[in-house]
């Protein structure tokens, strides 16, 4: 019952972000912060998407510069269909999946067509769209570490700066080169579940470029 409390508050968020969004026709007001790429790593724990014995490929990184909270670490990874699907040539887009309670595993959704998370990322990539996923080191609506015990119970809008950061350089580092170079009607967006349901919905709110520049 709590998830699926989580899961409507967080939809109803996210409609109602984006009829603000469309009436006022302009972009949230907050910076993302800065987001480092470390060298590959293998991917940690379980719930990594893989394709056969292919799995996504994984990286190190750090968001930092979030006003009010602190720098936080996680692992992402992403795998291309080109090369590996029979039939596609061409990436149709990007879709990002942000998982749910505090996004420290990339893939726990046991709702879902036989296994959740790994069941839609399979789908997605054998329709010929490049998945993308991640894991933070700690939950990521903390704004500082160890967080403190309650009150204060810190500020989501605050810490959503860490997952708007992430979709920020996806959108300009693996999904702008399909647009700009293999497919100019590739798309990206996030499928997300609860906790991650509201990580997309803060960024659609608060989060954007600026004027004039491209954004997801």
Not at 115 to 128: E, I, L, R, V
Request: proline letters at 8%; one cysteine or more; a negative charge.
């Amino acid at each position: 019952m709590l998830k699926k409390t989580l899961l409507t508050l967080a939809l109803t968020i996210l409609a109602v972000s984006t009829f603000t969004s469309r009436a006022h026709a302009q972009y949230g007001s907050l910076s993302v912060g800065t987001f480092t790429v470390a060298d590959p790593v293998p991917c940690p724990g379980s719930g990594w998407y893989h394709y056969g014995t292919q799995y996504v490929i994984c990286k190190g990184a750090t968001v930092s510069n979030c006003p009010n909270a602190d720098t936080l670490s996680l692992t992402f990874g992403y795998l291309d269909p080109v090369g590996l699907v029979s039939g596609v040539s061409v990436e149709k887009g990007v879709i990002v999946l942000l998982s749910e309670h505090g996004g420290t595993a990339p893939g726990d959704d046991p709702v879902g067509i036989t296994d959740g998370d790994f069941a839609f990322s399979d789908y997605y990539f054998k329709q010929g769209f490049e998945v993308v996923q991640l894991a933070w080191s700690s939950d990521w609506e903390y704004i500082h570490y160890p967080p403190p015990p309650p009150p204060p119970y810190g500020n989501i809008q605050y810490a959503s700066c860490r997952p708007a950061t992430f979709l920020n350089w996806v959108f300009n580092n693996i999904y702008a080169p399909i647009q700009q170079n293999n497919n100019s009607q590739a798309g990206m967006c996030a499928h997300a579940f609860s906790g991650g349901s509201a990580a997309a919905a803060y960024t659609m709110a608060y989060f954007g470029p600026p004027s004039g520049t491209s954004w997801w």
